[in-house]
């Protein structure tokens, strides 16, 4: 049996066919099996890299291996089909496999998008806010918010089984998507609301949250720019930590931008379609739009390998063939271990900005400082009371040393008591500061239990509380 399509006879599958010429089928076939085998192979590279590096397992990079993990499973469950009935020039799987095959790009698709939005938000909050993000993630608040994501993907993609739009072949025919072609109610509706709670607010989230960032670290470098120029060593260490912590920000975004331009074309072509104009879309409109949605995959892992020294450090360490194809070198080993703590840099960049010094060990956690952040393990775990001893013997060991310089080259400067240039006096006074600051936070995180507990009668006191928290934090320069 024959039907005729575009003005040519064809054969009559499952399926409609399209009247292409063959080496357009091959053509796409070659590149989204090239988009796949690079997708898996450097996305798996990406979860063993941060498996096996202990520096790299942090909260927030679950954030980045969940990310590898779609677009794995994307590239996995989406490349050998597409091929295969590119090769045939024709769905070959039935309506069961079409179904299944576009459930798996959208849950995979949609749980990227809701990961990358949460990355941004992370790093809006440890960036822009980093006293009140500490302690805030933790491995489990992360792969919680992990799981969130995955089942709010899931309710996304499920609806087209029930009878709420449809699962059906696109373009050449040769893969599967929702239906947003008819111009039903139904159609309609599901095509409206995906993209309003899926695309346009999640990109809305990332957009707002990177604006806050660029402002924060712009006014923040400014800040250090100034006090750099008193010429101090730590003011210099302070201003290369921001600017390490400014270029993962940015590599953060690049990722964003080019997972956004991917799915451009795809969302054009949809919403085309939804406008009532789909019959201006050619068969190409369709699948070229989809082959470059899916090829978002293969970029994270490119941008990690080009970009990011821990990472390149932990594949020429675990698999050296790699370590010399990328040609990590002794700096970039360097460069890797120069990146620990930068979110504690952003604390300190932050309080010298109004004068003060922040307190020592107070600002670490095991957020990150960017979208791929490579901070030590969270000191916050560390007792307070350890913490002090340590800071003690710090200025125990300064004042000590400069006795045995004085000594030595015979020479005894007196130094005025509360001169603020003196190393010991600084570190004294930083103690002092971290401890009322956490007397102040713990009197406000039992005060805040105290009335989640019994009542919420005491909600105004609470806020004056928090004020007043704000406040102190304002005048000692830590806020």
Known sequence: ?????????????PFPTVDVPDHAHYTIGVVILAV??????????????????????????????????????????????????????????GKKGCE????????????SMMTLMVIAVDRYVVITRPLASLGL?????????????????????????????????????????WDYMTFTPSVRSYTMLLFTFVFFIPLFIIIFSYCCIFRAIRHTTRAITKIS????????????????EWKMAKIALIVILLYVISWAPYS???????????????????????????????????????????????????????????????????SSSSFQSTRRSTLTSQSESRGLSKPRNSSVSESESAH?????????????????????????????????????????ERTPVHNPTDPAICLLSQITVSIRVRFMSTCCYL?????????????????????????????????
């Open 447 to 479: 005060h805040t239990l105290i009335c989640t507990m019994y009542s919420t009668e005491d909600v105004f006191n609470l806020k004056v509380i928090h004020f007043q928290l704000y406040y102190f934090k304002c005048q000692i320069g830590v806020v």
């Open 268 to 334: 054009c072509a949809a919403l085309t379609a939804f406008a009532g104009y789909a019959d201006l879309l050619t068969p190409y409109m369709h699948s070229v739009p989809a082959v470059i949605a899916k090829a978002s995959a293969i970029y994270n892992p490119i941008i990690y390998a080009i970009t990011h020294p821990k990472y390149r450090s932990a594949l020429s360490k675990y698999i050296p063939y790699l370590g010399r194809l990328l040609c990590v070198t002794g700096r970039d080993r360097f």
């Open 229 to 244: 120029c008193e010429g101090t060593r730590d003011s210099a260490k302070r201003f290369n930590k921001m600017r390490s």
């Open 137 to 177: 993630m933790s491995r489990r608040k992360a792969l919680s918010i992990v799981a969130a994501a995955w089942v709010y993907s899931m309710g996304w993609s499920l609806p087209p089984f029930f009878g709420w739009s449809a699962y059906v072949p696109e373009g050449l025919m040769t893969s599967c998507s």
């Open 100 to 111: 299944v095959y576009a459930f798996c790009g959208a849950l995979f698709g949609i749980c």
């Open 36 to 93: 796949g085998i690079t997708g898996m192979l450097g996305n798996f590279l990406v979860i063993y890299a941060f498996c096996r590096s202990r520096s790299l397992q942090t909260p927030s990079n679950i954030f980045i291996i969940n990310l590898a993990v779609t677009d794995f499973l994307m590239c996995f469950t989406q490349t050998p089909t597409f091929f295969i009935n590119s090769m045939h020039k024709r769905w070959i799987f």
């Open 1 to 13: 049996k024959l039907v005729t399509l575009s003005g040519s006879m064809v054969p009559s599958y």
């Open 372 to 412: 791929f952040s490579d901070t030590e393990e969270d000191s916050s775990r560390t007792p307070v009371p350890r913490q002090l001893s340590s800071d003690v013997n710090q200025v125990r060991h300064i004042s000590q040393r400069s006795k045995v310089r004085g000594h030595n080259t015979g020479e005894f």
